[in-house]
Structures are given as C-alpha cells and as structure tokens.
C-alpha cells in the first residue's frame, strides 16, 4: 500500500473543504452592506457583486451543490479503486507463490480476468481503454505457468455494475476475500464518527452505519439524471458532515487494507520471535534471538490476541542493560527493544528475516 496515495486523497478532501469556505467568504462579501467610507472603486465592485448576487443566488447554490457532490463522490469511487488496485499489487510482491494466494482471490481472478477481457474486446468502457486483452491474457497465463513470477490483472477487481454505494464496495472486497463490514467494525475512529457503542454497532443494518456514503450515491445520481429538486440542495453547513464522514470511511479502508498487507508481511517477510522473556512496562519486549541483526528504526510486527495487526518502528535497543543503534548477533543473547505501542504478554511478535 502506498502512503502516498492517502496523502493525496487527504490533500483533495482538502481541496473541497477550502472551496467551501471560499463559497461563504464570497457569499459574505456579497451581502455585505457598501460603507460611505468605502472608495469608489471598492464601491462600484461590491455594487456589482451585490446586485449580481442577488440575481444569481438560487442558480449559484445548485451549480455549488452539484459541484460539490460530483466532487465528494468522485473522491470515494476514485480512491476505492486506487486502493484495491494498491492491495492487490502489494499482495503479489508479498505472496512468493500464485498458489499461496487465497483461493478466493485466485478462483475471481480468472473468472474476472475473462470478463475484463469482454469489456476491453467490446469496447464497453473508455475506463479499460489502456488495456489490451493480450496484456490480461499474458498476466492470467504466467499466474498458471510462471507461478512466482506472476502478475495480477486488478483493474479485473474493480469492475463495477452501479455506483458504489456501501454494499457495492462489500461485494469488492468480498471477491478478494474480505469482509468489509466485519473489518470497520473494529475501526475506532469510525465507530467514534457513527457515534455509536462497539457493543450495538453489531445488531444495527450495515445500510443505516453507511446511510451517508449511500445518500450520497443518491444525490449524485440524481444530479447525474437531473432530477434533483431546488429544495432538496444542502447547504454548505449541511454538506461538512458528508465530506467528514467520507474521510473517517475512506481512511478505515485504506487502513484496513494496510493491515491485511502487514498481517501477509508477517508469513513472508518477517519471522515470529519465538522466545519471549518478558514486556515490561507496556512499551519494553525482551526476548532472546540468534544469528540476528538489529538496528534502531527497524520494524516490529505485533499481533494482538484478537488478531490485529501493527507494525511499528523500534526506538530503542539494549543488549547486557546497555543501549545500541545497531547490534549484531551470532549466537544466542537476551535483548531488549522499545516501542511506542501498548505491548502485552498475550501478544505475538515478528522482527523481518534476514
């Protein structure tokens, strides 16, 4: 997963937020009374401004509603699909070999491979006009007879019939294998946004949580159709919960994509410390490891006993009560490392093969 593209679907939220404000500022200039005091050219403009506004008004809101909305909603189906593509891309790097990817994600990859293949032949979709059926043949067929140099075709994971409304992006997730509404459920942050307690969140339609990410398909739908209503457009105080609501959602999902690599990382590239002395003061883990070499800033994997995964950079190592940058080991030595991490007995930990 690439952090990069978080960044930028941050900065572009962003980008909606400060054209908001720029909406009221005008809107504030527009209905501002013209002083005496004022200079005559300052006057002459605000009179412009003013009268233009006036006639323009309602015309001005549903052009700003619809701009926004086509953009919120751009942001999620965009994002969604980056985000997919990434995981994906990041899973054949991870998984040595084509066999050992999950079965589920084997089995979709070919029956969409050929269904990507369809829609390129027939050119159904401008959006697949960069790929060329023999370049999805080529990668499905080095899946079968190049296993552990294989490639996967995702763009085939991100074929949608319909607007992603929240059960569309389950049912993507759901063709690689994972359960998305499970999965936010444990997003905290989320949860905290949704305002509700962990304890209810499971007995309550997934449709009501997401209602914001589906009324928002709606909206854009309808202006798409041009069928929505004068009186039906937010307000731009009314559409600040809907582009916050889309960040809390969209960053549970790159996160949650994040951890599924971190948790492939720890079967391929990271080994399980397997003797663990003791944690110490929730941030310490002793253990004891040979033929190793450790440095500051090196990562640790920790899965918790509900099977979470993190990883986090080591900030500080000693070896004999004596603190390292680096040390190297060749024979058996009890070492000990910090994070900044809450560290419990009951967890499990991985440091990266050599």
């Known amino acids: 997963m690439n952090i990069e593209s978080l960044e930028s679907f941050k900065r572009e939220v962003n980008q909606i937020k400060e054209y908001l404000k720029h909406i009221q500022y005008v809107n504030d200039v527009a209905t501002s009374t013209v002083l005496e005091t004022d200079n005559e050219q300052l006057k002459q403009l605000l009179n412009t401004l003013n009268e233009h506004y006036r006639g323009f008004r309602t ?47 084997r089995d979709n990859h070919f029956e969409l491979s050929l269904k990507l293949i369809n829609i390129i032949t027939s050119r159904e979709s401008a959006k697949y006009q960069h790929l060329t059926k023999e ?44 359960d998305l509404n499970n999965e936010l459920l444990k997003n905290e942050e989320l949860n905290n946004e949704i305002g509700l ?29 041009g069928s929505e209503e004068v009186d039906a457009i937010l307000s731009t105080s009314e559409l600040e919960p809907y582009i916050q609501f889309l960040e809390k959602y969209c960053q549970a999902i790159f996160e949650i994509l994040v951890e599924q690599i971190i948790k492939q990382e720890a079967i391929y590239k990271f080994q ?31 899965e918790t006993k509900e ?42 930990f991985y440091v990266v093969k050599l």
């Open 59 to 105: 015309d001005k809101r549903i052009f700003e509603y619809k701009a926004t909305i086509i953009s919120i909603y751009g942001l999620l189906e965009k994002y969604v699909e980056i985000w997919i593509k990434e995981y994906l891309q990041s899973l054949s790097s991870l998984v040595p070999e084509y066999s050992l990817l999950d079965e589920k994600i």
């Open 135 to 178: 370049e999805v043949l080529k990668k499905l067929n080095g899946c079968i007879v190049n296993t552990n140099k294989y490639q996967i075709n995702t763009e085939a994971f991100i074929l949608l019939s319909g607007n992603l409304k929240h059960n569309k992006i389950v049912e993507l997730f759901n063709k690689f294998n994972l």
């Open 197 to 225: 307690k962990q304890n209810t969140i499971s007995r309550i339609d997934k449709d009501i949580l997401y209602n914001k990410i589906n009324d928002l398909v709606e909206r854009r739908n309808q202006i798409a159709h």
């Open 272 to 302: 399980k410390i397997e003797n663990v002395i003791q944690v110490l003061n929730s941030r310490i883990l002793a253990f004891e490891i040979e033929k190793y070499k450790i440095r500051i800033g090196d990562m640790l994997i920790v």
């Open 307 to 348: 099977k979470r995964f993190y990883k986090i950079p080591i900030q500080t190592i000693q070896l004999d009560k004596q603190p390292y940058t680096e040390i190297a080991v060749s024979e058996r030595k009890k070492i000990a490392i910090s994070v900044n991490f809450k560290l419990k007995e009951n967890q499990t």
